[in-house]
């Protein structure tokens, strides 16, 4: 009886086409009569045109070879290729080539047309050829994804690699050179910001913060993953036992930065980054510093109300 109501289903989309091929496959399985073979069930799948399925099947069933070819030829979505790969691998090392191969063959179809499914072939491919040794191969893959898109987290999948157990010491030194340099012909600041503070070169993060502060204001952020709200502060946390005066100028253009919202929660926030400022000039014995800064703060901002009093509230006189 079940079964006649999907019969009558018609299910738009492939989750839908798989709970309801689930269902029959459930019912099949609790019936000691009608049962399920692996044909049967491979049948439910290809009506369904779950392709996926009938290639996880055909695996179950030790097909391979016929799954190898049913997936070059029926997997057409980043994800699906690289979950059959990664059970491809599973089947037996024997297999891993094969695997690589077939991931290696789709990403040169989607290299142009698909960016975000060549990102997770090319992220598989990496993790992979460092799992099966080959190093050379994961780095070579790594640094062409950075200088293709060059953000933080392909400089730290180059960084991962290059300094994996069985490269060559040092391999990491000449690369950071060579993608610092492709961030500074390409004006990518704020991702060389982030990618020295990751690796505590706060002197280099400052250099690169105010390279990037000197570009036009819509370009400044481009490709930054911390974000406009966070890297300042970030960078002025890091700055703040070796370059105190840097950090309390970047505590104060947050601040303004917030102040020029317009809005109580900008005000509070910018009242806790003035007070990091204070709390340096103060362990400095610079007290008469911060007192003049606050003057002019609050006199550059006395028709705003809350702010005045998010500022009486932290005690910032």
């Known amino acids: 009886m079940v079964e006649g109501w999907l019969d009558a289903e018609k299910p738009d989309g ?16 609790k019936d000691p009569e009608a049962g399920l073979s692996g044909e049967e069930m491979l049948k439910l799948y290809r009506d369904a045109e779950l392709w996926e399925d009938v290639d996880a099947v055909l695996l179950d069933l030790d097909r391979v070879d016929e799954a190898i070819a049913f997936a070059r030829s029926h997997l057409r979505q980043a994800h699906e290729l690289t979950t059959f790969a990664n ?14 191969s077939l991931v290696e063959d789709f990403a040169w179809e989607v290299e142009k047309r698909d960016p975000y499914a060549d990102a997770i072939l090319q992220q598989w491919l990496i993790a992979t050829y460092g799992r ?24 730290r999948a180059v960084r991962e690699v290059a300094t994996a157990k069985g ?9 950071r ?14 991702i060389l910001v982030e990618a020295e503070l990751e690796e505590g070169n706060v002197a280099a993060a400052l250099d690169a913060y105010d390279q990037m502060a000197s570009l036009p204001k819509a370009n400044q952020w ?38 020029a919202a317009r809005n109580r929660d900008g005000y509070r926030s910018a009242a806790g980054y003035l007070a990091k400022a204070k709390a340096i000039l103060k362990r400095q014995g610079r007290g008469g510093e911060w007192t003049e800064l606050i003057g002019t703060i609050r006199g550059e901002h006395k028709n705003l109300p809350a702010l005045r009093d998010e500022l009486d509230q932290r005690g910032l006189k």
């Open 167 to 175: 490269q060559a010491p040092g391999i990491w030194t000449g690369l």
């Open 14 to 29: 492939d989750w839908v086409a798989r709970a309801v091929v689930t269902v029959r496959v459930i019912l099949r399985e």
């Open 222 to 259: 481009l490709g930054c993953g911390l974000g406009m709200g966070l890297i300042r502060p970030s960078l002025a946390a890091a700055a703040e036992q070796d370059f105190p005066d840097r950090a309390v100028a970047l505590y104060c253009a947050e601040a303004e930065a917030l102040i």
């Open 177 to 190: 050179a060579k993608l610092a340099a492709h961030l500074r012909a390409r004006k990518g600041w704020s």
């Open 132 to 155: 099966l040794g080959q190093r050379e191969a994961a780095l070579t893959l790594a640094e062409k994804r950075f200088m293709r898109n060059p953000d933080l987290q392909t400089w």
């Open 87 to 100: 059970a491809l691998i599973a089947k037996g090392e024997e297999r891993a080539l094969t695997a690589v």
